[in-house]
Every structure is written in C-alpha cells, then in structure tokens.
C-alpha cells in the first residue's frame, strides 16, 4: 500500500495514508466511521488500487454490497489480482443474486487463488446454496480436506463453523454437536460464537449475575450455569 501511495504528491499520500489506517483501526468495532474515513481517501485517491479495495471493505462492512462490488471490480482492474474474488462473489449474495456466486465460485479465476482464497470460495459456495435452500449441497460443498484435516490453519475454526451450522439447519444436531466442539478447539482468537452454539445445544443457559442497576442481588451472585437435565 505505501509502495501505491508513493505516486501521489507527498502531502497527499500522507492524508490518504491516515485516513486508510483509520479504516483499518475502525473496521471491526465502527464500520460506519470507517466507512467515513474510506468515502475520504477515495475522494483523494480515487485512482489508487488499495484505497479502492479499502473502500470496498467498509462499504461490505455497513452491508453496501452494490458499492463494495463496485469498488472491488475496481481495484481488479488496476491490479489484474484474483484475491477479491470470494469477497465479491459474496457481495453477489448480498444483492440476492446467489445464481451468480455460484457461478463465480465455478471460475477459472478460483484456480488461481491461493489455499486461504480457496477455502473462502467454499464458504461462500456454501452460503450462496443455503440461500437457495439447498442445504444438503451446503453440506457436501463444505466437505473438503481442508475440513478433514487435523491441521489448524487461520480459515479452520471458519470452516468448521459453517459446517457445524449447516448440519444443524439441516437437522442433524449430534454431527453439528460434534462439529460446533471442533470449531472451538480451533478457535484460537475467538474468530467465532462456536463455543456459545455448543452451549446452546448442551442445554446450558447463562445468567447474568448482576441486576440491571449493575449490582449483585444480595451481594451474591445469582446464579452459575445452569443445564437442562442431566446432560453432559
């Protein structure tokens, strides 16, 4: 990115540049402040590959999936890069059209990303069938060797997941017991609600231990986990 802001003016590289770092700082906990910033350094650098991916990102994150397909279209176009391809197949979903990720998720573009962009694909083929209500074709779309395999890699806990929910929208809730419990060993930054899904399933019910004033009803806490039955 800074090897791309270098064809601006230096001052203007330097508002450009503040601005990106502020989407990227905001993107997760304030997607409509990011998405300031974004609408900011596309003003400024417009012509810039990663401002136009940047942007695409937090429009994708305030659910703006005509204007993020937009910029990424964009932003491969200056760069000739497949890597956006998941995320605007994604958007296609987005905009009700799940005929058209799949289409996308059979394109000789996916041959060419790399494993991470692969497994991404498959989500999103995943997601674009269950739109469709297809769900036993999520299911068999997930099941890959990435999924099998017992190496834990940044996309694993994701993967998992996914599978996991498919399994249980698709009523087979002892598999997605079995496979919410897998995404949680692999969980590792907490990329996921997996451990909350496994509760849920286990009958475990959370109370919160404060009342609404923020203090402890008898100076005690209320209650501790409770489980329905005598489940494990």
């Known amino acids: 990115m800074r090897q791309e802001l270098q064809s601006l003016p230096k001052t203007l590289a330097e508002d450009v540049a503040r601005n990106l770092v502020m989407v990227a700082r905001l993107l997760d906990e304030d997607p409509e402040s990011a998405y300031g910033y974004s609408r900011v350094a596309l003003r ?28 990424f279209r964009a932003a491969r176009r200056m760069t000739g890069s497949v890597e956006l391809w998941p995320v605007m197949a ?10 058209k990720a799949l289409d996308m998720a059979g394109a000789p573009e996916v041959h060419k990303l790399d494993k991470a962009g692969q497994v991404e694909m498959r989500l999103v083929a995943a997601g674009a069938r269950r739109d469709m209500g297809q769900l036993d074709a999520a299911i068999v779309t997930l099941q890959s060797p990435e999924l099998a395999s017992h190496s834990v890699q940044p996309w694993t806990a994701r993967l998992r997941y996914a599978y996991a929910d498919a399994l249980l929208a698709a009523g087979r809730e002892q598999e997605a017991r079995e496979w919410f419990a897998k995404a949680v060993e692999s969980d590792r930054d907490g990329s996921t609600d997996a451990s909350d899904r496994l509760a849920e399933l286990d009958g475990v019910e959370f109370v919160d231990a404060l009342d609404e004033d923020g203090t402890e009803p008898g100076g005690e806490v209320e209650s501790t986990p409770v489980e329905d039955g005598d489940k494990d």
């Open 90 to 99: 994604d958007c296609e979903r987005g905009l009700g059209r799940p005929e």
């Open 44 to 71: 400024l650098a417009s012509r810039v590959a990663a401002v136009r991916e940047a942007a695409g990102f937090a429009a994708y994150a305030n659910q703006k999936y005509g204007e993020a397909l937009a910029e």
